[in-house]
Every structure is written in structure tokens, then in C-alpha cells.
């Protein structure tokens, strides 16, 4: 999902646009996605010490029509793929994926031989913006993951990024 | 107890709640057959985050499946761990220092209280308050922090091994549980009994709701807070001592009425008892090492194998059969949740929708560990 | 007379033959002499139950009745897949709420190829679920149940995961 749709019209706002997604990044409602073990550090991202607020995304709406970004945070299953996919449906557009945690992201620890019941991955069912790996991940994972989707949807970074060492 | 209300089953509606629903704690879908806002019929439908735990231990050696055990429950997965520990040092005949079943009953405990305190913050948000959800998640990240120090992990752990644990608690691990203990005994008061359980909308909310007699958890096999809030004094550490509870004076709360009321108060006296294990075995701990002898490749005896703990929400057991060979040839995970759920159904019949949802929340569902 | 020694002594009336100490599993017909049905006590501490019973398919909802009377809750069902036996096991758990600790194993055996076993869940509402969950992993059919569709399985699954010869 990196490309955006531009309406064909022959006045272009470029700067408006600039400022729409600017306040799109800066506002990210999350869908609560919670399935597993990562809602746990997805609702302790929300808590008071790592503190989602601070980027715009404390609002976590339970109806799909009313958020941004769906977080999948969780193992999906064969009986559920029919749902998730019905809800990232249901969402409207412009719509981003983060997908949170080694579950969404290919099936994580459920990746085995005898599997008969995981689906791989979120991007086995709808394409993936983000994707922030961890068994579960840290709460400032989800930070950086939120970083990294408002770089893409602005195509600049506002706060400094990590070196190693 | 059912409201006494005339249901005209024949202008009913079916409803859905869930697989996604703010309040379900998980995955779970509830079939709903309403008659206005009361429910006439509840059948929770399961399977949505089913991962074949139980296929994964048959496949894998004995210790490739402790992993497994923390992602069931992962809000008190350390009991999870030690369930599993406890059932294959039975069936292999594994000796576990003093020192390391301290530190197993200090973290398990420190564990349940992170437990208890997330089932706060989530009952409270499903009826609407958003704040206590901040302090509960406060006080929580300080004991996530003390586990962090020894076990490396935040919320799944996989610390404990068969034998044993494998990383020593030290003195800075000591001293933090003694300030967190102090801290929130300090703040229980305020800011969870003045704040809440005193509040008028929480007792108007859960008191006489959701009434539960002991026949039914006998019937049903209810276990843990469900059914201590039911007048059943039943408490695996109590009534099946396993690792050194004996040695520690604790009580076990009781309490009759059988409401939600009554479970809330189960739980919010269990923190302050586990404060008390706590601070008792961090007093009487020994020295020594905190790994006994294990053998390389785990091969127990042939035989049926079970063994109970305690954990935040019940009785959990493992039903191990081994054949003697490296993998369990089977494995059943007794899961406290799946029995406390199915009697949801029976319970919530007539009952309006917005109580029977106080009533789930008092139940301390965690889906994952009822599909396993 | 004890709580052990009491149940024992109910459950033995069903079972008028006298008991042979308890086959190892998987071991039974090379070591010792497979066991009659009967009651036998086993090490508690070990095995984490008091006492083993072994019976026939069709007597778990008579044994099931004795354990509600004397005031058992159903603690767990789980099916085991003998392969090479052809045979499926069920296992029942059942526990006492409260005072004395007693824990009773009892274990059926049925034939692999037309697996079916009386439902309990008339005396224990517990068993409606477990009976569902053991249908739904090894396919083993409870007469008489009242809902015996899968539980954990998708609706339209076809297969049963934990049956020894399911790889998908």
C-alpha cells in the first residue's frame, strides 16, 4: 500500500495533500485488534508509562468504520480469516496495516509441521504496512512501528532515529 | 439467579457478540437469542485463537512445549510453567533445590498479583471507567519490570526449567519486591478500594448479579475465584500442596454471597494474601543452587501422570500419559477457563445484556487458555 | 474409614472381579499380564491420583453416578490414541470442591475403528464441552449427547487433528 491514489483532476493542491497526511500520520486510530498475547502489550502502550497518546493513537475505536489502522496484534486462525478479513474490509480508506508480533507477521511460534489450524501471517490476507516483530514485542516497538508508519505516510521522520551501540 | 421476566420466545432475535468486541477479552463469540435486552439463550461459540497447543507436545520434546505453556494464559504464565515443570518432574523423578521452589513461589506469586491487577483494569473498562485501567497498569509495570530483571522476558515467560529455575534472583531483585509490596499496600486504599470497590455505580453494578450457587461449580467444575466467591474453600495450595506452600501461613478467601460482588472481593483480598507469600519467602530464603539434576534427553517412565496448581483463575492440570519415549505421547491441558465459561450459559439466561457482560468480566476470561 | 478407602469401596461394587496390579501404558501385554477391570490404588504423589479405575465403555455413566453421589466434580476428559493398539482411551478426572484431596482416574478403552462411548453429561453438565472437545480431536462419538458438534475445530473441518495418523 505505498502508492496513493491521486484523483486525475487538473488543479493539483500538492501542499494541501502534504497537510492531510500530516494530520492523518499524526492521528492514527487503531482498531482494537487485540487476538492474543500482544493485545496485552498493545493495551500496556496505552497505559500511562509508554503512553500511545503522545502520538495521536490513544483512541483504539472497537467499530472498523471509525479507525485508521488496524493493528493485528495476534495469531489468526482458520476460523477467524473470515472475520479479519471482513473487518480490514469494512474499514475505509486510506486504511494502514500494522502487523504486531511474530503471529501476524509469518505464524510465528505456530509455524510448525503439524500446523493445521494458523494461517501464516496477516499478508496471507490483506497487504501489510508495518510489520514489528517480537514474541510479544516490547511497548516501544509499537512505538517505533507507529514511527515507521507515519514516515511512510508522510515521507518524513519527526523524532530521531535509534543507532545501535 | 434469573430475573422473573414473561420471554415470548417466539419474538426473539438472535444477536451476536463477538469474535470482536471490546468487552469478550479475547476472541470469543457469544450466540445470543435475546427478547428485547434480555438474553433468552447464551451459547459461547470457541475455536477463534485455537493454536493445537496440545498437537505441538506431542511433536516436540518435553522441553520444547514450555514455551507453549506461556502463551495459553499469558496473563500468569508463570503458573503455567510451573504446572508444566511439576507434572514432568513427577513423571521423571527430578529433585528441585529449596532455593529454586522459593524463587519459583516468590515470581508466581508476583505474577498473580500482575494478574489480578490486569483482570481490575479490564472488568472496570468493560463497565466503562477508563481510569483505574492507568493505575492499575502503573502498579503492573513495576512488577514487570522486577521479572524483567530475572527472567528476561515481560509477559511470556519461560523461566522456569525442569529441575529448577535458570537465572538467580539477587539483591536488587529483593529489595524492589520489598519497596513494590510496601508501595502498593500503600495505594490499595485510595486508590483501589476508596476509588472503586466503595463506588457506588461499581456496587450497584455487580452487587446481586450474576449469582452462581455451589452445586453449580461442583456441577461444572468451576475452580479458582469462581467458585471461592460461591462459599467453596477450595485452593490447590491448600487442599493439594505441591512446592513449599506448605511452609507459608496465608489464608484463603471465602466469601458466600455468590454475586460478582462477591468474586471481585475473592481477588482483591488474594493480592494482598500473595503480598503476605511473598514477603514470608523472601524472609525465610534459602541459599544453595537453583538448578537440581535434570538428564540431557527427558525419557520418564511409562504412566499416566497429573498434576494441579493454582493459578489466577482456577484449578489448571496437566494430564500427561508418557510410553517412555523423549515426546509426551499425550498431553491434555485441564484449562481453569473452559470449565468456568461453560457455565455462562446457564447462568445468563434471562438476565439483561448489559449484566450479563458484568458477570463475563467477573468470570476473568482469557480466551486463548480456554481454545489452547 | 478414610475418603480413599470409602470410594473404593463404592466403586468396587461395581466390579465384582478381583483387580490385578496396574499395566504400565503402552507396556501392557509384553511385561505383566494386562489388568482385569477394578478399582486399584496408585502413589498419589507420583501419578497425582488415588485411585485408577479401568472399565468397560458402557459402565462410565454407572461409575460417573457413584462419583456425583459421593460428591466428585468432573475435573477433565481427554482422549488417547493407541495406535498400534487400535484403540482410543478416554480418561475422566474427577476431583473433590473442598476438604479431603481425592483424586479419581478412570479410564475406557473402545475400539479405534467405531469409537463410541456413553455420555456422562447427563450426571455432570461439565461433560457436554470436554465430550465435545475429545469428538472433535480424535472423533470419538458420545451416545446421547445432547450437542455433539466440534468446539474448537472449525465447523466444516473434516479431520481430526490429534489422532496418531493426521499429518496435514
Not at chain 1, 475505509?92 to 510448525?112: D, L, R, S
Amino acid at each position: 500500500m505505498g502508492e496513493e491514489n491521486v484523483p486525475a483532476s487538473i488543479v493539483q493542491f500538492a501542499q494541501l495533500d502534504k497537510l492531510l497526511n500530516l494530520g492523518r500520520a499524526n492521528s492514527l486510530w487503531p482498531m482494537t485488534f487485540g487476538l492474543a498475547c500482544c493485545a496485552i502489550e498493545m493495551m500496556c502502550t496505552g497505559g500511562s508509562r509508554f503512553d500511545i497518546s503522545r502520538f495521536g493513537a490513544e483512541v483504539f475505536r472497537p467499530s472498523p468504520r471509525q479507525s485508521d489502522v488496524m493493528i493485528v496484534a495476534g495469531t489468526i486462525n482458520k476460523k477467524l480469516e473470515l472475520a479479519v478479513k471482513t473487518l480490514y474490509d469494512q474499514m475505509p480508506e486510506p486504511k494502514w496495516v500494522i502487523a504486531m508480533g511474530n503471529c501476524a507477521i509469518c505464524g510465528g511460534p505456530f509455524k510448525v509441521k503439524e500446523n493445521y489450524n494458523v494461517v501464516e501471517g496477516a499478508d496471507k490476507l490483506f497487504p501489510v504496512d508495518v510489520y514489528i516483530p517480537g514474541c510479544p514485542p516490547r511497548p516501544e516497538a509499537l512505538l517505533e512501528g507507529i514511527m515507521m508508519l507515519e514516515e511512510k505516510i508522510t515521507g518524513k521522520r519527526r523524532w530521531p532515529r535509534v543507532q545501535p551501540g | 439467579m434469573t430475573v422473573p421476566v414473561h420471554l415470548r420466545h417466539d419474538e426473539t432475535f438472535v444477536l451476536n457478540l463477538g469474535p470482536q468486541h471490546p468487552a469478550t477479552h479475547g476472541v470469543l463469540r457469544v450466540k445470543l437469542t435475546m427478547d428485547g435486552e434480555y438474553i433468552v439463550k447464551a451459547e459461547p461459540v470457541l475455536g477463534y485463537i485455537h493454536r493445537m497447543h496440545e498437537k505441538m507436545a506431542e511433536n516436540g520434546t518435553f522441553a520444547q512445549f514450555m514455551p507453549n505453556t506461556a502463551r495459553m494464559d499469558y496473563l500468569h504464565a508463570l503458573a503455567f510453567n510451573h504446572g508444566w515443570a511439576l507434572v514432568v518432574e513427577r513423571a521423571a523423578g527430578i529433585e528441585v533445590p529449596e532455593r529454586a521452589e522459593y524463587i519459583r513461589v516468590i515470581t508466581v506469586e508476583l505474577n498473580r498479583i500482575a494478574s489480578h491487577l490486569l483482570w481490575w483494569a479490564a472488568f472496570l473498562l468493560d463497565l466503562g471507567g477508563f481510569t483505574p485501567l492507568l493505575y492499575a497498569f502503573d502498579d503492573r509495570e513495576k512488577i514487570i519490570d522486577l521479572l524483567e530483571r530475572v527472567t528476561g522476558s515481560r509477559l511470556t515467560y519461560c523461566y522456569l526449567r525442569f529441575g529448577g529455575v535458570y537465572n538467580d534472583i539477587d539483591d536488587e531483585f529483593i529489595a524492589g519486591t520489598r519497596d513494590f509490596i510496601k508501595r502498593l499496600r500503600g495505594r490499595m486504599p485510595r486508590l483501589y478500594h476508596d476509588l472503586v470497590t466503595h463506588n457506588i455505580i461499581l456496587i450497584k453494578r455487580i452487587k446481586d448479579i450474576g449469582f452462581v450457587t455451589a452445586e453449580q461449580c461442583r456441577r461444572y467444575g468451576a475452580t479458582g475465584p469462581v467458585a471461592r466467591g460461591s462459599g467453596i474453600d477450595y485452593d490447590i495450595r491448600k487442599n493439594e500442596p505441591y512446592s513449599v506452600y506448605p511452609e507459608f501461613d496465608f489464608d484463603v478467601p471465602v466469601f458466600t454471597e455468590g454475586d460478582s460482588m462477591a468474586r471481585y472481593m475473592v481477588r482483591m483480598h488474594e493480592m494482598e494474601q500473595s503480598m503476605r507469600i511473598i514477603e514470608q519467602a523472601l524472609d525465610k530464603l534459602p541459599g544453595g543452587p537453583v538448578m537440581g539434576k535434570a538428564p540431557k534427553v527427558l525419557k520418564p517412565e511409562a504412566g499416566y501422570y497429573y498434576s494441579a496448581v493454582e493459578t489466577a483463575r482456577g484449578s489448571l492440570g496437566h494430564r500427561l500419559v508418557c510410553n517412555g519415549d523423549k515426546n509426551p505421547y499425550k498431553l491434555k491441558l485441564r484449562s481453569p477457563t473452559f470449565s468456568n465459561l461453560s457455565l455462562f450459559g446457564e447462568v445468563a439466561e434471562g438476565m439483561l445484556l448489559a449484566d450479563a457482560l458484568a458477570f463475563m468480566g467477573s468470570l476473568d476470561l482469557v480466551i486463548p487458555e480456554i481454545d489452547r | 474409614m478414610g475418603l480413599v478407602e470409602q470410594t473404593q469401596a463404592a466403586l468396587a461394587e461395581l466390579f465384582p472381579e478381583p483387580a490385578l496390579p496396574a499395566a504400565p501404558a503402552g507396556e501392557g501385554d509384553q511385561e505383566a499380564p494386562p489388568r482385569q477391570a477394578g478399582v486399584v490404588v496408585t502413589d498419589a504423589a507420583r501419578h497425582g491420583s488415588h485411585l485408577d479405575v479401568l472399565c468397560r465403555p458402557d459402565q462410565v455413566v454407572a461409575v460417573a453416578r457413584v462419583l456425583d453421589q459421593d460428591g466428585y466434580f468432573l475435573e477433565a476428559i481427554s482422549g488417547v490414541d493407541w495406535l498400534d493398539k487400535g484403540q482410543f482411551e478416554v480418561i475422566y478426572d474427577y476431583n473433590r470442591l473442598g476438604g479431603e484431596h481425592c483424586r479419581v482416574t478412570v479410564r475406557a478403552l473402545v475400539d479405534r475403528n467405531e469409537p463410541a462411548v456413553p455420555t456422562i453429561s447427563g450426571v455432570f453438565p461439565a461433560a457436554d464441552w470436554h465430550e465435545r472437545e475429545t469428538f472433535d480431536f480424535y472423533g470419538i462419538r458420545f451416545q446421547d449427547h445432547p450437542n455433539l458438534i466440534r468446539i474448537l475445530l472449525p465447523e466444516d473441518a473434516d479431520f481430526h487433528p490429534l489422532r496418531k495418523d493426521y499429518m496435514p
